[in-house]
């Protein structure tokens, strides 16, 4: 059964950087196109970052461009968002997601991970 699964949140600082993983397992997410989204609380789940299938097309959110980054490594059914400069605003909980292209991704994801908080203390 295909599987995202993430992992890298904690509790950290306001200014410090967090990398977020998510695994992919049960089949070859290669060629699918991944992304990853947040939700604060109280709030509704919202989008942070896409990457196409081969990674040559990386996109962020307008408000995080210069600190977040997403990545993806096909050899290891990976895909990594580097978080830097974090804020409190960015605690969430944050989700992996993929889809077999951007739009589908952006819209109706077929595939999601079970989340993994970062919280971010001033």
């Known amino acids: 059964q295909a599987q995202l699964v993430e992992s890298g949140g904690g509790l950290v600082q306001a200014g410090d950087s967090l990398r977020l993983s998510c695994a992919a397992s049960?089949?070859?997410?290669?060629?699918?196109?991944m992304g990853w989204f947040r939700q604060a609380p109280g709030k509704e789940r919202e989008f942070v970052a896409t990457i196409n299938w081969s990674g040559d097309d990386p996109y962020c959110a307008d408000f995080l461009k210069g600190r977040f980054t997403i990545s993806r490594d096909n050899a290891k059914n990976t895909v990594y968002l580097q978080m830097n400069s974090l804020k409190p605003e960015d605690t969430a909980v944050y989700y992996c997601?993929?889809?077999?292209?951007?739009?589908?991704?952006?819209?109706?994801?077929?595939?999601w991970g079970q989340g993994t908080q970062v919280t971010v203390s001033s």
């Open positions: 049960g089949r070859t997410f290669s060629r699918y196109a």
């Open positions: 997601a993929a889809a077999w292209d951007l739009i589908r991704l952006r819209t109706v994801p077929d595939y």
